[in-house]
């Protein structure tokens, strides 16, 4: 049996990452996969991509990841570019839409918001028709493989739901979780790349971390939503709510 680390929505909270990536090595996980908006939101992007590009298997694009790679108006997405840079950029624009894989016989799709795209949000209240959409292929995914188990980023709100024979999970946020302060990130266990069926499983883990000093952090390089930065974090609201 092998153990894969989800991870997801880290939003450049270093601290928040530095949290989860501790409690990963305890676990002894080596493999860890990124489902997207690694950047944006926090004040520490650049470290955070640098640390997710050294610690991640694949990463794969979200919403925030490729609307920083492109040309924007706001000026708080300016103070991104900025601090990001040419390179990380340009990271950020290739990384692909999805992962595919196999294990313990089951056909598992990883994207970050849906198969229709990185800005097709669908929440865990979604009507059930809207929900099994997860699970269908598109021209942004493999339409030869047609997946079983589906695991998406997006909400900041980790769940598991069962179709029949058919599993969709959310891993929740990193950085930015939206329903309760704590950083979230999921276990995926099976036989990896085995089309054998085989036990599997998935959990959800929660992790503490300092969410003052990542506060810290956006007051000291004065960051431009500092205010709203510090009121997600510590009330685990939506800015917009």
Known sequence: MEKVALIGDIHGNLPAFEAVLADIDRRGIERIICLGDVAGKGPSGAAVVDLCRQRCAVTIQGNWDAGLAGIQD???FHWYQQELGPE???WLGGLPFGFDFVMSGQRMRLVHASPQGVNTRVHQSAPREELLMMFETTDLTDRTFVPD???????HTPFVRTFRQKMLFNVGSVGNPL??????WVVLEGMLDDPAPAPWG???VRVPYDIERAIADAQTVDFPETEIWARELTTARYRHE
């Open 74 to 76: 706001h000026p708080a």
């Open 88 to 90: 990380r950029l340009d």
């Open 149 to 155: 188990i589906v695991g998406y980023a997006d909400i």
């Open 179 to 184: 329903d309760v302060p704590l950083a979230a």
């Open 202 to 204: 998935v959990q959800i």
